[in-house]
């Protein structure tokens, strides 16, 4: 049975696309771009436009007309994104630490136009998912919708002295 939905579309279609790549999480490999552009563009899927490429021009976070964050150089970020992934592969730092450690590189380099905070905590849930099984279940959406300014804050202190 279906359950019927109201709300935004766009906001109804995140959450389906959300709902969709999760569902194949387990079949992707932490460690590949491939897959990590296949799952971008599952997530922004109708939303944003290109959906899992690379972008191709500069980019910056804003708070209003303040700046808070200028994404890395556009031609820097498949390089960045495989180095980060290799140290991923290679490492041997425990799982919550690497989980996190990617989750940052991924918001601080900003590989994509839009969909970088969905696509990093998708990032670090399928790393301690390969892990541990049941921490694919851990309402990572929920809890940062909840806690939205605290994680904007987080992400930022830990910027703060790189």
């Known amino acids: ?10 906001e109804i279609k ?9 569902e194949k999480m387990q079949d992707l490999d ?7 552009l296949l799952a971008h563009g599952v997530l922004t899927k109708g939303l944003t436009e290109p959906s899992g490429k690379f972008r191709d021009g500069p980019i910056g976070v804003y708070n209003g007309e303040d700046m808070i964050h ?3 150089n556009q031609k820097f970020v498949p390089t960045l994104v495989k ?8 490492s041997e730092v425990h799982p919550l630490i690497k989980s996190s450690v990617v989750h940052y590189e991924i918001e601080f380099i900003h590989p994509f ?14 790393i301690l998912a390969k892990w541990n099984e049941l921490l694919a279940w851990i309402p990572i959406e929920t809890m940062i919708y909840n806690y ?5 804050e987080a992400l930022g202190k830990s910027g703060a002295n790189r």
């Open 14 to 22: 995140e959450v389906k696309n959300a709902y969709e790549v999760y």
């Open 113 to 126: 136009q839009d969909g970088n905070g969905r696509i990093g905590r998708l990032w670090q849930t399928l």
């Open 83 to 90: 180095d980060v992934f290799d140290w991923a592969k290679e």
């Open 1 to 10: 049975m279906e359950k019927r939905l109201y709300g935004n579309p766009l």
């Open 148 to 152: 939205q300014q605290e994680y904007y």
């Open 70 to 72: 200028m994404g890395a």
């Open 30 to 36: 932490e460690y590949s771009i491939k897959d990590f």
